[in-house]
């Protein structure tokens, strides 16, 4: 039977109160609360250095807070394969040596599922042939579409994007976007970082702001 992403999403936000995390005495996150709802997004954004990246790994389990709490439904640590990340620089997170098809498919994969990744292609845009292609033959743009469509087969209930445009052009970034649309539209609570303000603004019910205070 086909995996069926939207047939298996439960989804469930998270919340994230009064975090606190310093780094070798400095402190970066100063009692900072989030919440992302499902079938909504949240933008984190601020000047450099004032610690996005790190929120997001806090919320993504991957950097333990000094204080404060993340809450993701009911549970205090996130449910196997309810987070799905979508980082800034595609080429540092993926497998240089799989094929783009095989990056898509990976959830699947862990779940034993099975998957249409020429459907998947087809909906992020990305051509069939360029499935059998390495990311070193691909373009940044093309890269995330495929990061995207890994997306939509892992359906996660929390994504957590981190500058998920700001290596494409602006063509490719308002696709990329509309494709984040698509997937917070099927239910996924989405935390958007973003320097850009404007997007942040257009597409955010709601919007962290570190270091202004
Ligand atoms: N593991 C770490 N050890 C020590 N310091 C760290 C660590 N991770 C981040 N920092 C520091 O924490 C601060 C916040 O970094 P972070 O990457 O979260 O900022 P950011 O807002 O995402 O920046 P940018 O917009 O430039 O990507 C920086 O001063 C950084 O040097």
Known sequence: MPHTPTALRQTSGL????LRVGFDGHTVLDDVDLRARPGSMTGVTGPSGTGKTTLLRVLAGLVPADSGTVRYGERDTPAPGAIGMLAQHPRLVVNPRWTLRRIVAEPAVITGGDVDVDAIAGRVGLESSLLERFPA???DGQLQ????GRLLVQAPHIVLADEPTSMLDPVAARSVIGLLQEIVDDGAALVLVSHHRGLVESRCAEIVELGSR
């Open 137 to 139: 033959q691909v373009s």
């Open 15 to 18: 919340v994230a109160e009064r």
């Open 145 to 148: 579409r495929a990061c995207v």
